[in-house]
T-cell receptor, first 112, second 111 residues
Framework: SQTIHQWPATLVQPVGSPLSLECTVE??????LYWYRQAAGRGLQLLFY??????ISSEVPQNLSASRPQDRQFILSSKTLLLSDSGFYLC???????????FGSGTRLTVV | QKEVEQNSGPLSVPEGAIASLNCTYS??????FFWYRQYSGKSPELIMS????GDKEDGRFTAQLNKASQYVSLLIRDSQPSDSATYLC???????????FGSGTQLTVLP
């Protein structure tokens, strides 16, 4: 069966520090991968999606970037965090015959 | 105009009642429709999917789809306090080839 791993679960970072969040999927190949952010009490905001290695589409211009160095690995990064980057970051995957997304457990990021 | 719209709530129902959650979408070529449940502080989990007009039942949950009206709903029968969560409607857009999520409806089931 397919599983998605996301870490860390929580993170507190100072303003101006870098960020690296990692997501990996097991049990499938060539998944579509997604990064979402959810502010407190708000809906899901799609940040990036990827249909293959090295193929990244950005939905919202900001100081975040994403990379997909391997087929089942998706990384969200920032060189310099802002207070407004605080939120709940979710990785998701889709693929095969199903059009639904499966989410990882999320990373709660607090920028202080 | 938002592509997928939901009443944000909060929606409160007493335990044992039927909770009705509604969602409308704008893309007429949408193909697949999903309901996710998100507990506070947790990630969304898929609870229902529906692909054709009509009703689909799974335990206490019933999803209803009306493509002509561009409307999808989720009914929760015999609501329990454990059903208290935010429910996200998601629509697979035929044009964008992606899931588009509504902003969610917060449901509280009162014991």
């Amino acid at each position: 069966s397919q599983t998605i791993h996301q870490w860390p679960a929580t993170l507190v970072q100072p303003v101006g520090s870098p960020l690296s969040l990692e997501c990996t999927v097991e049990g499938t190949s060539n998944p579509n991968l997604y990064w979402y952010r959810q502010a407190a009490g708000r809906g899901l905001q799609l940040l990036f999606y990827s249909i293959g290695i090295g193929q990244i589409s950005s939905e919202v211009p900001q100081n975040l970037s994403a990379s997909r160095p391997q087929d089942r690995q998706f990384i969200l990064s920032s060189k310099t965090l802002l207070l407004s980057d605080s939120g709940f970051y979710l990785c998701a995957w889709s693929g095969g015959m199903s059009q639904d997304y499966t989410f990882g457990s999320g990373t709660r990021l607090t920028v202080v | 105009q938002k592509e997928v719209e939901q009443n944000s709530g909060p929606l409160s129902v007493p335990e044992g009642a039927i909770a009705s959650l509604n969602c409308t979408y704008s893309d007429r070529v949408s193909q697949s429709f999903f309901w996710y449940r998100q507990y506070s502080g947790k990630s969304p989990e898929l609870i229902m999917s529906i692909y054709s007009n009509g009703d689909k039942e799974d335990g206490r949950f019933t999803a209803q789809l009306n493509k002509a009206s561009q409307y999808v709903s989720l009914l929760i029968r015999d609501s329990q306090p454990s059903d208290s969560a935010t429910y996200l409607c998601a629509v697979f857009s035929g044009s964008a080839r992606q899931l588009t999520f509504g902003s969610g409806t917060q449901l509280t089931v009162l014991p």
